[in-house]
């Protein structure tokens, strides 16, 4: 664990408490920092968040525009949540707003003292926009104190987090829409019925106006590129630079954001080229393991999806792969306790894939128990002591081709073994 993660751990709650109230008092006791940001889009959803937080950026970037972004988790630094105008907060900086957070008196939980701080270090260097990442939900979550934003928008929801915002679609999808506020338009993407009726009935009650993935706008894969049309354009652009196909509905959602924000063709087209999100079907060369996997001739993928949804998209990018390369696959996975690894696991079961499950520092759901998930959908699945126990035997097993998934805290430990792949 970073420095960092260590000081906010040893001094905040670490539970998860979905509530404005501390949150709202913290900011009051620090001057109100949320009110002092330059324009927000504020980003909610289940799936796709954080790329499509990335893609925005790249875009902004492109376009010449000094660009904060705050997301969550991180995955080997606690750095990487808080960017400002396009750096990871320095270390100097981050540890003496801490400082004046702690001093405020009364509890506040890791997240919100996480939240605090980007609001604060975001409200005192100079920028021309700030995407923020909801962290749970969207109505109780604490960057949800932004009573302003510029834009939001809503990724596509799904099931997660059952036990903070239970097992209704609608329910989940309406405690989400919780970012959309009176006159902000919200670019929404493609969502299941129920959940885009009850996102409908959340916009009519603030009238926030909406434009929406396969009404106002689609995106879709053409001829090697990626193909955007809403009601007065038609885009002929690259790819952009994520694998996997769920990455170019990311695509157009972002770039529905991009044109709400009036940013060039120009900055879209080289955005897309440019962007960049670790562990979401990174492929890994370097460090230990991609070292490893180069030896022996394999590709070596890392994704953090860690729930059903998540699960199909890792599904389909495999399939694409070994319908143009076939080579023997292999898995290795860890999840947190608390994850559908049952739905997980039957997303993946037509990949034929050999599993190897292993853990990680913190509540991980035991490598015997997730195997024993992974056989029950028709998965040969092998409990390994550590990750580089699982790659070897991979390897040993002549898997060609192995997708480390399942956890981004499985993720953040892949990119943390070594400097060079440290995200930056």
Same mark, same amino acid.
């Given at each position: 664990?970073?420095?960092? $993660?260590?000081?906010?751990r040893a001094r905040h709650p670490q539970r998860i408490d979905l509530s404005l109230e501390r949150m709202q008092?913290?900011?009051?006791?620090?001057?109100?920092?949320?009110?002092?940001?330059?324009?927000? %889009?504020?980003?909610?959803? #289940?799936?796709?968040?954080?790329?499509?937080?990335?893609?925005?950026?790249?875009?902004?970037?492109?376009?010449?525009? @000094?660009?904060? *972004?705050?997301?969550?988790?991180?995955?080997?630094?606690f750095n990487e949540r808080i960017r400002l105008a396009g750096n990871l907060i320095e270390d100097d900086q981050?540890?003496a707003i801490l400082d004046r957070i702690e001093a405020v008196s009364g509890e506040a939980t890791v997240f919100? $003292?996480? &939240?605090?701080?980007?609001?604060?270090?975001?409200?005192?260097?100079?920028?021309?926009?700030?995407?923020?990442?909801?962290?749970?939900?969207?109505?109780?979550?604490?960057?949800?104190?932004?009573?302003?934003?510029?834009?939001?928008?809503?990724?596509? %929801?799904?099931?997660?987090?059952?036990?903070?915002?239970? #097992?209704?679609?609608?329910?989940?999808?309406?405690?989400? *829409?919780?970012?959309?506020?009176?006159?902000?338009?919200?670019?929404?993407?493609?969502?299941?019925?129920?959940?885009?009726?009850?996102?409908? @009935?959340?916009?009519?009650?603030?009238?926030?106006?909406?434009?929406?993935?396969?009404?106002?706008?689609?995106?879709?894969?053409?001829?090697?590129?990626?193909?955007?049309?809403?009601?007065?354009?038609?885009? /002929?652009?690259?790819?952009?630079?994520?694998?996997?196909?769920?990455?170019? /509905?990311?695509?157009?959602?972002?770039?529905?954001?991009?044109?709400?924000?009036?940013?060039?063709? &120009?900055?879209?087209?080289?955005?897309?080229?440019?962007?960049?999100?670790?562990?979401?079907?990174?492929?890994?060369?370097?460090?230990?393991?991609?070292?490893?996997?180069?030896?022996?001739?394999?590709?070596?993928?890392?994704?953090?999806?860690?729930?059903?949804?998540?699960? @199909?998209?890792?599904?389909?990018?495999?399939?694409?792969?070994?319908?143009?390369?076939?080579?023997?696959?292999?898995?290795?996975?860890?999840?947190? $306790?608390?994850?559908?690894?049952?739905?997980?696991? =039957?997303?993946?079961?037509?990949?034929? =894939?050999? %599993?190897? &499950?292993?853990?990680?520092?913190?509540?991980?759901? /035991?490598?015997?128990?997730?195997?024993?998930?992974? @056989?029950?959908?028709?998965?040969?699945?092998?409990?390994?002591?550590?990750?580089?126990?699982?790659? /070897?035997? =991979?390897?040993?097993?002549?898997?060609?081709?192995?997708?480390?998934?399942?956890?981004?805290?499985?993720?953040?430990?892949?990119?943390?073994?070594?400097?060079? &792949?440290?995200?930056?």
């Amino acid at each position: 664990m970073d420095p960092v $993660s260590e000081r906010l751990r040893a001094r905040h709650p670490q539970r998860i408490d979905l509530s404005l109230e501390r949150m709202q008092a913290l900011c009051a006791a620090l001057g109100d920092p949320q009110h002092r940001l330059p324009p927000v %889009v504020h980003v909610a959803g #289940t799936n796709g968040k954080g790329s499509t937080v990335a893609m925005i950026r790249a875009i902004a970037e492109a376009a010449g525009l @000094r660009v904060h *972004a705050y997301t969550s988790p991180h995955l080997v630094r606690f750095n990487e949540r808080i960017r400002l105008a396009g750096n990871l907060i320095e270390d100097d900086q981050l540890n003496a707003i801490l400082d004046r957070i702690e001093a405020v008196s009364g509890e506040a939980t890791v997240f919100e $003292s996480t &939240t605090a701080a980007a609001f604060v270090a975001m409200a005192e260097t100079p920028a021309d926009l700030a995407i923020v990442e909801v962290g749970l939900g969207g109505v109780l979550d604490a960057t949800n104190v932004i009573e302003r934003p510029l834009l939001s928008v809503i990724a596509p %929801v799904d099931y997660d987090h059952a036990e903070f915002l239970g #097992t209704d679609l609608a329910g989940i999808a309406a405690e989400k *829409a919780g970012v959309l506020k009176a006159g902000a338009p919200g670019v929404i993407a493609r969502q299941q019925e129920v959940a885009m009726a009850a996102i409908e @009935r959340a916009a009519q009650a603030v009238h926030a106006p909406l434009t929406v993935m396969g009404v106002d706008f689609d995106a879709w894969a053409e001829r090697g590129g990626l193909v955007f049309q809403n009601q007065e354009r038609f885009l /002929d652009l690259p790819s952009p630079g994520l694998a996997g196909a769920h990455q170019i /509905d990311n695509a157009g959602v972002a770039i529905a954001a991009a044109l709400e924000l009036d940013l060039p063709e &120009t900055a879209i087209v080289e955005g897309l080229k440019a962007v960049r999100w670790p562990a979401r079907l990174q492929r890994v060369v370097g460090g230990p393991y991609g070292e490893a996997a180069r030896a022996a001739d394999a590709e070596l993928w890392l994704d953090g999806g860690h729930n059903p949804h998540a699960g @199909r998209a890792l599904a389909a990018f495999l399939a694409e792969r070994q319908a143009r390369a076939p080579r023997p696959l292999a898995l290795i996975c860890a999840m947190l $306790s608390n994850k559908d690894a049952g739905g997980f696991f =039957a997303a993946l079961k037509e990949t034929g =894939a050999t %599993v190897f &499950t292993v853990g990680f520092d913190g509540t991980a759901a /035991d490598p015997a128990a997730l195997a024993a998930v992974a @056989r029950g959908h028709g998965l040969a699945a092998t409990p390994a002591g550590s990750v580089g126990e699982a790659l /070897d035997m =991979a390897l040993r097993f002549g898997a060609g081709r192995v997708a480390i998934c399942g956890s981004l805290y499985l993720a953040g430990e892949v990119l943390g073994a070594s400097r060079e &792949t440290w995200p930056d």
